[in-house]
């Protein structure tokens, strides 16, 4: 055997005081050895990267009204922000997130923190098999957060960032389903051309059809780069850069079928709460928050919710100059009758 030690290996350089690669902000990934790092990056109203800050939390627990002996469901853990508040007023919770990368990191966290959860890797859509897996025939609260985690778009392997360089991926479970690339490899204009109308109200969808479908992009920068290339010229840049989060978002909707997940969750949800359960949603497009509004109202002529939000509700002022991601949050609420 060798005597000869391990070379040395340095860790990545930090790159000035604002650094932008995700490697480069080991500070703010490390929050408890460089508090007075985190304490800036806080307090500019972002998020540190890694990390997911909770939306309307408050307001989700009035809506949710958490009780002890009650059960809970998240069934979108993500970071945990919104379980970690939720369940010190619970009985327990039941913890669901379909990305196999994230959820372990959180159950971890949400232990050391001496709180007991139960999750499962598991989409959304999957409720009914989660609850029947536990013995359970109903829960009193559900909680969905259909945002995406920061820990997500932080991280540019994960193929979901428009602004760094990753591999052209968005799906949230890295193993199942098919990548972007190939879904713009595959796909026709006109295929295309739909998906970005529906699932993003993009009003140059026909356009950016033509340009993009049949193409092969290896990273989202590539991708970026040849949407803002198809817009009109006349388009400024604040459009280009628009039209490149909305195509994305499509993209993203569709290679994670997260529209049919929704629906499937919607439909089983009565089903799923207890006599006076209470469900909560956070939408953060116009296309979700169509769906849950209609499947709440539906229900609630049907006599399955006993009471229904009206009107959405939003993040307060504060949150949204602290949090720039709530500004686009809205929040459903029902009550089974």
């Avoid at 909560?280 to 006993?306: C, M, N, P, W």
Wanted: aromatic fraction near 4%; glycine fraction near 8%; include cysteine.
């Amino acid at each position: 055997m060798s005597d000869e030690a391990a070379p040395h290996r340095r860790r990545v350089r930090y790159a000035g005081k604002y650094p932008r690669r995700f490697e480069e902000k080991y500070k703010e990934r490390d929050a408890a050895k460089h508090p007075e790092t985190a304490a800036k990056v806080l307090a500019s109203g972002k998020t540190l990267a890694g990390t997911h800050r909770p939306i309307m939390v408050a307001e989700i627990l009035e809506v949710l009204a958490p009780k002890p002996g009650e059960i809970a469901v998240d069934c979108t853990l993500g970071y945990g922000g919104h379980a970690q508040e939720i369940l010190p007023q619970c009985g327990r919770l039941i913890g669901i997130d379909a990305d196999p990368i994230e959820l372990p990191r959180t159950e971890s966290r949400l232990r050391a923190l001496g709180l007991e959860i139960t999750t499962h890797r598991s989409n959304f859509a999957g409720l009914p098999k989660v609850l029947a897996s536990e013995g359970l025939a109903g829960v009193d609260m559900v909680l969905a957060d259909l945002g995406l985690s920061s820990m997500q778009l932080d991280d540019p392997a994960r193929g979901f960032s428009v602004k760094v360089g990753g591999p052209l991926d968005m799906r949230m479970n890295p193993h199942r389903g098919q990548p972007v690339s190939k879904l713009l490899e595959e796909a026709s204009a006109a295929d295309l051309a739909s998906l970005f109308a529906q699932n993003a109200d993009e009003p140059h969808a026909h356009e950016l059809a033509a340009a993009l479908a049949g193409r092969s992009f290896a990273t989202t920068t590539e991708l970026a780069a040849a949407i803002r290339g198809a817009l009109p010229s006349r388009s400024t840049p604040d459009e280009r850069e628009s039209s490149v989060r909305r195509v994305f978002q499509a993209l993203r909707i569709a290679v994670n079928d997260e529209f049919g997940a929704l629906d499937a969750l919607l439909r089983c949800l009565p089903t799923c709460l207890n006599p006076g359960g209470r469900v909560a949603i956070l939408t953060f497009h116009s296309g979700e928050d169509r769906r849950v509004k209609k499947a709440f109202l539906a229900g609630q002529r049907a006599g399955l919710y006993r009471d229904v939000a009206r009107e959405v509700l939003r993040a307060g002022a504060e949150e949204r100059r602290a949090n720039s991601r709530s500004v686009s949050a809205k929040l459903r609420w029902a009550v089974r009758a």
